[in-house]
């Protein structure tokens, strides 16, 4: 099965192109100290809003490629340091979604009865809740607390988006089980006194495996964009960590002199998700053909 899949995974030209975009932002993202020509932190006031090289105006500089923000930064390191932090926002919320959504979508599907009663009214009532405006209320009030100093503020954002984005998932899980644990070949290890636990990691959960994929590979733009929006408002990650949302934030205040501290990191964040949604569809396509359009 995995390998047919990766087989048809390669064929799709959109989710290849997916792929090449993310290795790049990777790439950018672990070796953002080495290719970045400057700190992204370092201001030059005498340089201040500086347009890219290649807009063919006055206001450039050959030092700053891709021109200078209002305090004189260089966009071009500050958009290869938000690489960094964009790709740690999307993965990790993303894992702690996967760990909190599998093992309560599994539980909830495997025993049934009052525990999957249990755990699905809580499911719904996080479900209930708006997903921006939770993000919203959690960052403003503890954006200034203990947990909201932490890495600036990424530990917050970790925690918030893994607490209300789970419920999807589990959702998707536990009707994978329920429909696979009724199955002749978990009826078959029941028989032969295979212990539960190997019956739901080894039996159940690998053959869920391939929704759950595609759907984590919507969760990471998804989290990403979260961020950027958090950012965007100002309850997000605290400055000077740059990101493509502290970025557009900050360059709103200059929009009118100079777009493209906003263009810029906005255009970085448009490419990035539609990466992810091309690999996405991909994954999709390949992992269940019978759902290509």
């Known amino acids: ?54 807009a063919g105006t006055p206001y450039t500089n050959p030092h700053y490629f891709l021109g200078s923000d209002e305090l004189g930064r260089d966009i071009l390191s500050r958009l290869i340091w938000s690489a960094r932090v964009s790709m740690v ?5 993303t894992a702690l979604i996967f760990v909190i959504g599998a093992s309560l979508g599994m539980l909830a599907g495997f025993y049934g009865g009052w525990v999957d009663n249990l755990l699905m009214r809580f499911t719904d009532i996080v479900y209930a ?11 403003a009030a503890l954006r200034n607390t203990g947990i909201g100093e932490v890495l600036g503020g990424l530990l917050l954002i970790f925690v918030a988006l893994a607490v209300i984005s789970w419920v999807g998932l589990a ?30 990691f080894r039996h159940l959960f ?12 919507f969760a990471v733009p998804g989290a990403m964009l979260a961020e950027a929006t958090l950012s965007f408002l100002g309850i997000g990650i605290k400055p000077p960590t740059p990101t493509w949302g502290v970025m557009i934030n900050e360059g709103f205040t200059v929009f009118s002199q100079s ?17 992810f949604t091309f690999l996405g569809d991909g994954l999709r396509d390949a992992l269940d053909p019978r759902m290509k359009i």
Request: proline letters at 9%.
């Open 1 to 54: 099965m995995w390998g047919d899949a990766l087989y048809r995974l390669f064929r799709n030209k959109a989710a290849m192109v997916g792929i090449a975009i993310i290795i790049l932002a990777g790439i950018l993202a672990i070796f953002a100290p080495l290719i970045a020509p400057y700190d992204p932190t370092l201001q030059n006031t005498k340089l201040n809003n500086m347009d890219p090289v290649f």
């Open 89 to 93: 926002v999307g993965f990790v919320p």
């Open 129 to 139: 809740f708006p997903d921006l405006l939770f993000l919203i209320i959690i960052m």
């Open 171 to 200: 959702r998707l899980i536990r009707g994978q089980v329920l429909s696979l644990k009724e199955k002749e070949f978990v009826e078959a290890a029941r028989a032969i006194g295979v212990p539960t636990r190997r019956i739901m």
């Open 206 to 217: 690998p053959n869920a495996l391939a929704p759950v994929i595609v759907t984590l590979a």
């Open 259 to 275: 777009p493209w501290p906003v263009m810029l990191p906005a255009a970085c964040i448009s490419v990035v998700m539609l990466a």
